[in-house]
């Protein structure tokens, strides 16, 4: 079952020791103005997934991105999300990885569920019912060799 958030409220995502980011909800709107975006449009079509991963990632953190705790400057001064902060925080691969797992993959899980199988007919999760009409005997067995 889809299960729909109407609230569409911002949420904190710890991405990790000590660092959290409010993020916008990923709608469509989201998704298909990051599509847009000129940093992403800019990626040549010859370049690797991983570029166009990392441009994507970005373009969609800058969009997402209200607030968040425990980023500071190299004096250990807390920073306010900018768009150029945004990419440094990116480039840092753990950070990346979370921001890809905890957000972005969250939002791709609907592909999965709408690749989901019917319920099984037998067992404990009847519910699909059968479309076949049964055999009037059983088959024979294959000869052999």
Known sequence: MLTLDLTNAP???DLGPGVRLQLRPLTTALMVATRSDPAVEAV???AADEERAVAFARA???RAVLAW???GDADGNAIDPSPEAIDALLDVWPIFEAFQLT???KGLLLEQEKNASALSPTGPSAGASAT???ARKPARTARRG
């Open 11 to 13: 949420r904190w995502h």
């Open 44 to 46: 040549p079509e010859e």
């Open 60 to 62: 969609l953190a800058r």
């Open 69 to 71: 705790e425990g980023i």
């Open 103 to 105: 957000y972005v993959s």
């Open 132 to 134: 076949a009409k049964p």
